[in-house]
């Protein structure tokens, strides 16, 4: 079965450095990857998606994300984060594009001034 | 405006009673879904269903059944509400093999007392 790592729960940046939010998923071929964003009180929203092809993927919002076969990862980042990028962010899998979402237990990003 | 809407926003219920969350979508997509979101446990899947007429279990069915009424709408009924179903419930749907990952709801907030 798949599954999904987000070793950290919680993440505190300065407005204006950079970002890494770390995923790891488990599964044996290449699976299709998500992240998505979620602000307080609201729903989850796509940032951006790997499937096939480049393994850096651009997103929305100024954010990307790379793969990485060899370590089983996907991890998203964002060069200068500004203070409307707190939020909660999940990362996810699925093993095909008929199968369902598999999410990681998500990541709170908070930034200060 | 396109998208998926769920009804009710907020809900309060006595431990026992029952209770039917809506989910309508005008995507005309294939495959719906029902998670629900509790803190530090990321979303968790409850059912799915791939396509009109279909439904399967997920990760965390116990206390839920739900009805795939038409392609547009897919209903999660609570029989006997307990308060370990307080929690986010979220609705997503999408196309069959489509890559554009989910398009979400904005949630149901479930309390049960």
């Known amino acids: 079965a798949q599954s999904v790592t987000q070793p950290d729960i919680h993440i505190t940046v300065s407005e204006g450095a950079s970002l890494e939010l770390r995923c790891n998923y488990s599964?044996?071929?290449?699976?299709?990857l998500f992240w998505y964003v979620q602000s307080p009180g609201q729903g989850l929203q796509l940032l951006l998606k790997y499937f096939s092809g480049d393994t850096l993927v651009q997103g929305i919002k100024g954010f990307e994300a790379e793969f990485k076969r060899s370590q089983s990862s996907f991890n998203l980042r964002k060069p200068s984060v500004h203070w409307s990028d707190a939020a909660e962010y999940f990362c996810?899998?699925?093993?095909?594009?008929?199968?369902?979402?598999?999410f990681g237990k998500g990541t709170r990003l908070s930034v200060i001034a | 405006n396109a998208g998926v809407t769920q009804t009710p926003k907020f809900q309060v219920l006595k431990t026992g009673q029952s209770m039917t969350l809506q989910c309508a979508q005008d995507m005309n997509h294939n495959s719906m879904y029902w998670y629900r979101q509790d803190p530090g446990m990321g979303l968790r899947l409850i059912y799915y269903s791939a396509s009109e007429g279909t439904t399967d279990k997920g990760e965390v069915p116990n206390g839920y059944n739900v009805s795939r009424l038409n392609k547009r709408e897919f209903s999660l009924r609570l029989e006997s509400a307990a308060p370990s179903q307080t929690s986010v419930y979220f609705c997503?749907?999408?196309?069959?093999?489509?890559?554009?990952?989910?398009?979400f709801g904005s949630g149901t907030r479930l309390t049960v007392v």
């Open positions: 996810a899998v699925a093993s095909s594009g008929n199968t369902p979402l598999v």
């Open positions: 997503a749907s999408r196309d069959l093999g489509q890559m554009r990952g989910y398009t």
């Open positions: 599964y044996g071929a290449t699976p299709y």
